[in-house]
């Protein structure tokens, strides 16, 4: 599955609370039978229902994640090995989980996880982090991919948050990690995709709100205006 996504981008099909879209998995198949229309060659998506409805119409290596809160009360990317395996059920491919210091402080907790969802579940994990060293950390647990999906959203990289990808932080991950890195996080053109591909390294890119987010392209064009 992983090698199938190389050079490709893969569509992050989520809704957000007080969003047209939130509320009815169906609004995210249909967003996925666009990502595959335009050639997508995965899909991320979060929960167990908006997985279990993609996964109805659309054959696409799919990357669940499942926003929960966890043991503090903070919501972050499937927190527990539960949290994983309804996305299993449901027929995701790949399990995404928050790999961040400031979230999983605890490696034992990590290895557990991704060491659980690889034998109990057969599946591959991907590493949501925000820096060098957490994806160095991540591969070393057990991670099969890392990704830089969080970059810049946690308190130690939100002052190095740049203003489009993170090419310099994808770079250097892959300079120092043998897994697959995946870039995620402010791909707003095409060329950034390129650029992340073709210079960076980057195994493949995830793209969200620029695609699935269609209140927020307008608001570009009416800023710019």
Same mark, same amino acid.
């Given at each position: 599955?992983?090698?199938?996504?190389?050079?490709?981008?893969? *569509?992050?099909?989520?809704?957000?609370?007080?969003? =047209?879209? %939130?509320?009815?998995?169906?609004?995210?198949?249909? !967003?996925?039978?666009?990502?595959?229309?335009?050639?997508? &060659?995965?899909?991320?998506?979060?929960?167990?229902?908006? *997985?279990?409805?993609?996964?109805?119409? *659309?054959?696409?290596?799919?990357?669940?994640?499942?926003?929960?809160?966890?043991?503090?009360? +903070?919501?972050?990317?499937?927190?527990?090995?539960? @949290?994983? &395996?309804?996305?299993?059920?449901?027929?995701?491919? !790949?399990?995404?989980?928050?790999?961040?210091?400031?979230?999983?402080?605890?490696?034992?907790?990590?290895?557990?996880?991704?060491?659980?969802?690889?034998?109990?579940?057969?599946?591959?994990?991907?590493?949501?982090?925000?820096?060098?060293?957490?994806?160095?950390?991540?591969?070393?647990?057990?991670?099969?991919?890392?990704?830089?999906? !969080?970059?810049?959203?946690?308190? %130690?990289?939100?002052?190095?948050?740049?203003?489009?990808?993170?090419?310099?932080?994808?770079?250097?991950?892959? @300079?120092?990690?043998? +897994? =697959? *890195?995946?870039?995620?996080?402010?791909?707003?053109?095409?060329?950034?995709?390129?650029?992340?591909?073709? +210079?960076?390294?980057?195994?493949?890119?995830?793209?969200?709100?620029?695609?699935?987010? =269609?209140?927020?392209?307008?608001? &570009?064009?009416? &800023?710019?205006?």
């Amino acid at each position: 599955m992983i090698a199938s996504l190389k050079n490709k981008i893969i *569509v992050s099909c989520q809704a957000w609370p007080g969003t =047209p879209f %939130y509320g009815d998995p169906r609004f995210m198949r249909a !967003m996925a039978e666009s990502a595959l229309l335009g050639g997508a &060659r995965g899909i991320r998506a979060n929960g167990a229902d908006d *997985v279990r409805e993609i996964k109805t119409t *659309v054959n696409l290596p799919l990357i669940g994640i499942n926003k929960l809160p966890d043991r503090r009360g +903070v919501r972050i990317i499937t927190p527990d090995f539960e @949290s994983a &395996r309804v996305l299993a059920e449901a027929g995701a491919d !790949m399990i995404a989980v928050d790999a961040t210091v400031e979230n999983r402080a605890d490696e034992a907790e990590l290895r557990q996880l991704i060491a659980e969802i690889h034998n109990r579940l057969a599946l591959p994990v991907m590493a949501d982090i925000s820096n060098v060293e957490e994806a160095v950390r991540a591969e070393r647990l057990g991670a099969d991919v890392v990704a830089t999906t !969080m970059a810049g959203y946690t308190p %130690y990289t939100e002052k190095e948050k740049t203003k489009g990808p993170d090419f310099e932080l994808i770079s250097r991950i892959v @300079s120092r990690v043998k +897994v =697959p *890195v995946i870039g995620e996080g402010r791909f707003a053109l095409p060329s950034d995709a390129h650029e992340a591909i073709a +210079v960076c390294g980057a195994h493949s890119v995830v793209v969200g709100t620029s695609i699935t987010a =269609p209140w927020e392209v307008t608001a &570009r064009f009416v &800023r710019a205006i």
